[in-house]
């Protein structure tokens, strides 16, 4: 017997949304490390808002809004708070009822905001670092280092002359510029748009673009992500940040694999001051020979440190980095580390479940 399509226009649930959401549903173990990081970060937070005055939103649920944002691809904050409004999955991943209101996309950035002066992304990624490391998944010996460029939000248009304000443009919203016969360079240029970016380019023949540099540390065990932080795009800013990197490690002999941007004498140098050993991949005229490269360790860290561009991948991908989405070095830095610490939770549940 065929049934009846009759659509009612209002009904009753009896159901939350945790019991919508299946019990092997992937998002349960993030959301369960998740919760455990920021029940640990709740004194952080206590600190940063007032004692007094109107309730803002929960941080609690801004920065588990945030995590989904990275996970699933959201390109923006407009779209987030739109897939909040019908999507049961996210409603309850942030953790808000079926009837509570959704906030409005410049409150939700507002409040971002507050965390970004908080430093709470730091905060978080420590934090699930020391989750996997109470999981005995992270190595304590083994490194590897590498950056990968992080185009920003502004457009070559804006790169003008730091000396002369340039004629006003006839048409204001697409303003039409020749480059032609001026040489640019970050010396005499800057953008309007991110002052802090640099142009750059990191392969010889590619385009240069305003951007950033991202630096990531990672340990060569299960490939989960130690430290990262984003620096200017230079010449050197790649091996400047894989240095401070290493230097925040505990002191012990440790090894840290690389590519050949980070075979030059000041790297080698500084890394075996920290007491490291660089295990960097050889150029012709190499800073390291055979009293590092005979060892097997050597090949196992060359072997490693191609898991690395994994990282990068996911976090350009699924993570939204690709084309960043904020301005400034300050909200570059804290959108790179909260990325990584959302690859990082991913990883850890992956692995988790591997070991059951």
């Not at 109107?54 to 699933?72: F, G, I, K, M, N």
Request: aromatic share 8%.
């Amino acid at each position: 017997m065929r049934g009846d399509d009759q659509q009612s226009g209002h009904l009753f649930s009896y159901l939350s949304p945790d019991q919508r959401v299946p019990a092997d549903h992937p998002l349960r173990p993030i959301r369960q490390m998740t919760d455990d990081a920021l029940r640990r970060l709740s004194p952080r937070f206590d600190a940063i808002y007032a004692t007094s005055g109107r309730a803002s939103v929960p941080p609690e649920q801004l920065l588990r809004a945030l995590l989904l944002q990275v996970l699933y691809s959201v390109r923006s904050e407009r779209l987030l708070m739109e897939q909040l409004q019908y999507n049961l999955l996210f409603r309850w991943f942030v953790g808000l009822g079926m009837d509570d209101a959704v906030w409005t996309p410049t409150t939700f950035s507002k409040n971002r905001e507050r965390l970004l002066d908080g430093d709470i992304a730091r905060a978080f990624f420590e934090d699930v670092v020391a989750q996997a490391r109470g999981r005995r998944l992270l190595s304590d010996e083994h490194f590897t280092v590498d950056g990968t460029l992080l185009e920003a939000w502004a457009g070559q248009k804006s790169f003008t002359r730091k000396d002369r304000p340039g004629d006003p443009p006839e048409d204001p919203g697409n303003p039409t510029i020749n480059f032609h016969g001026e040489r640019r360079s970050n010396t005499t240029h800057q953008s309007t748009t991110d002052p802090d970016s640099r142009l750059f380019k990191k392969a010889r023949g590619a385009e240069a673009k305003l951007a950033y540099i991202g630096e990531v540390l990672m340990e060569n065990r299960h490939g989960l992500v130690v430290d990262a932080c984003v620096v200017p795009a230079t010449g050197t800013g790649e091996r400047d940040a894989a240095t401070s990197l290493i230097a925040s490690l505990p002191p012990r002999p440790v090894t840290v694999g690389g590519d050949k941007a980070y075979d030059t004498h000041g790297f080698v140098e500084a890394v075996r001051d920290l007491q490291a050993t660089p295990h960097v991949a050889q150029k012709r005229r190499s800073a390291i020979d055979r009293r590092t490269t005979r060892h097997a360790g050597y090949v196992l860290s060359q072997r490693a440190r191609k898991r690395i561009e994994e990282v990068f991948g996911w976090m350009k991908t699924i993570g939204g980095l690709r084309k960043l989405r904020h301005r400034g070095g300050a909200r570059v830095d804290w959108q790179f580390l909260f990325t990584a610490a959302a690859y990082n939770l991913v990883r850890i549940r992956n692995l988790t479940a591997a070991y059951v």
